[in-house]
């Protein structure tokens, strides 16, 4: 490791801060005003806050040092991740109340997502997805299980569904899609570019799309026709919790649970499928 490697995100703003372009210069002072913010913000966004371009977030990313924008915000969450990961000691007195309190905010955070997700949006989503000839799930990376729960889930109410374990696979199916298909996007960021691309292609292809996100503004975002945000504005993603998919697979219940009434019980047999399957458990 480099000694500008081993250097914080900020440090490493503060230090090249004079030398970058002006306008590149309004995002370091975002960011270092607000360092507990922009961790939680896509490029979009925070280019939206620092009143730039998307471009010259990137461009400001490379002059400091880093590959691109993910890689300086994955490097802050990190920073602000140990800061708050060794804050607390796990042998303290206060240890049990602090593994309390865990389920505590996840609670909490799933009634405020709850109260703010849009429901015409949600039921509408439903509505597109009861009648698909066939739900293409698309996700990628750590994602991928939630892609995949969902899939399975819809399969077993009768709406065929699709969600391939590679990208360039979804990729493939989108480009064989018939009309009444319908594409449901998981992306957390909103900014995974291969889940960027399947939308693209859905999009060419007259599909209806579907996005369960944490970022109201985000290339997914901007790309689908119903918006399912799976975020309460005040859940930190920090480095060492950014693998949790909670939000998303609550969102994704939620959408489910709108299409379970009477109709589409009786279309899925789902008795009898509990029966072939009842061997396999004691």
Known sequence: MTADQEKSVIER????????????????????????DAVQLNVSEIARASEVSEATVI??????GFRGYNHMRISLSR????????????????ADSEFQNFFKVIAANMLKIGDTIDRQALQDAAEVIRGAALVHVVAVGNTNPVAQYMSYRLNRLN????????????LMQIHLSQPGDVILAISQSGCSRQVVNALTLGKERGLPIVAITAHRYSPVSNLCDYLLLASSG????????????????????ALLSCLINQETLNRSENDKIELNMADSKL
């Open 13 to 36: 703003i503060s230090e090249r801060k004079a030398d970058i372009f002006k306008a590149e210069q309004k995002v370091a002072d975002f960011i270092l005003a607000n360092p507990e």
């Open 59 to 64: 461009r400001f990313c490379k002059h400091v």
């Open 79 to 94: 920073d602000l991740g140990r800061r708050y990961y060794f804050a607390v000691d796990p042998t303290s007195a206060s």
């Open 159 to 170: 709406v065929r569904s699709f969600a391939g374990f590679s990208p360039e696979y979804s």
């Open 234 to 253: 005040d859940d930190h993603q920090y480095y060492f919790k950014s693998y949790s998919h909670l939000n998303e697979m609550a969102v994704g219940d």
